[in-house]
């Protein structure tokens, strides 16, 4: 069987490029390379497949029916060639070509959406995965190889052998009723006022199955998500203690209310998470740094 080793992905470029202006002329000044330059690599490809690829007519050159027949597959290849380039400079500048990230929801959607738009700007060849889950099933994944890196709440007791976990900055978690819950009116609440009324707390998932993180009261609500918490709050369905950056908006206008307790406000670290022998890339680290630079701005 004949091989066509000596096809190049630059004839191809230069044989799609004629196709696409017209004429050689054309492909000549969209490629900044001289007339003579185009017309023998495009020969030299016709000459290595054995058929004429384009009919010239003049200054002007159409596709013949084989050319018509393997035009797309020269576009399929010359785009796989350029995707191949690609990945070997990520490889070789330390870029991650794909990275499987977990988070919890503590921060904004809106800055996890913002951050996504910059990540395709300047990371435009790698492939982003992003799941969420609450806190502590983040360490799970990473241990598991689930996801490369995670970003979340570090709990103040637990530990994984394997893993490594590094503080970027702090979150304000704050507890927080609806305005008419009968906490709100409370002067100085006691830990056995909370054990009366109905807790919103964290739900997740280990080995065991399905638990309630840590609840403070025996009656309690248990959801996956800080959002998730926040409007149940705000459905009256009973206090919780949310991230205050999802707080703002309802604090402002009164809606809900931070209870009269002497752990109602309260900083948890938060961080990144990876397995001990990790080997970050440059798009870990700029999400890290971009990470800290906003936990540093909001706690101004």
């Known amino acids: 069987m004949k091989r066509y080793a000596d096809m190049r992905s630059s004839q191809i470029e230069m ?9 050689i002329a054309g492909a000549a000044r969209e490629l900044d390379k001289s007339r003579t330059t185009v017309s023998a690599a495009i020969s030299a490809l016709e000459d290595s497949l054995g058929v004429e690829l384009l009919a010239r007519s003049g200054n002007s050159v159409k596709l013949t029916d084989v050319g018509r027949m393997v035009h797309d597959d020269c576009e399929r290849m010359l785009q796989a060639a350029v995707d191949i380039e690609a ?3 990520q490889f ?7 990275l499987r990230i977990g988070r919890d929801d503590a921060l904004p959607e809106s800055f996890w959406r913002a951050t996504m738009r910059e990540i395709q700007q ?10 969420v889950a609450p806190p502590p099933e983040l360490y799970e994944m990473v241990d598991e190889n689930m996801v490369d890196v995670a970003f979340g709440l570090l709990p103040e007791t637990r530990a994984f052998g394997r893993i490594n976990s590094k503080k970027l900055g702090q979150v304000r978690m704050m507890s927080v009723v609806r305005k008419d819950h009968p906490l709100a009116s409370m002067k100085r609440i006691q830990r056995a006022d909370l054990e009366r ?4 707390t964290l739900a997740y998932v280990d080995d065991e199955g399905l638990k309630a993180l840590d609840p403070i009261s025996p009656h309690y609500i248990a959801l996956p998500f800080y959002e998730h918490l926040r409007d149940a709050v705000l459905d009256g369905s009973g206090w919780s203690n ?3 950056m999802l707080l703002r908006k309802y604090l402002r206008s009164g809606t809900l209310q931070v209870m009269r307790h002497s752990n109602a406000m309260q900083w948890q670290p938060y961080g990144e998470i990876t397995a001990m ?3 970050g890339g440059a798009l870990t680290a700029w999400l890290s740094d971009r990470l800290e630079s906003f936990l540093v701005a909001d706690a101004e």
């Open 122 to 131: 300047q990371f435009p060849d790698s492939s982003v995965s992003i799941y």
């Open 242 to 244: 949310v991230p205050s």
């Open 277 to 279: 022998d990790a080997r």
């Open 197 to 200: 009324y109905t807790e919103i």
């Open 15 to 23: 044989f799609l490029t004629a196709v696409e202006e017209g004429s």
């Open 87 to 89: 990945k070997c400079r």
């Open 92 to 98: 070789e500048s330390g870029i991650e070509s794909a």
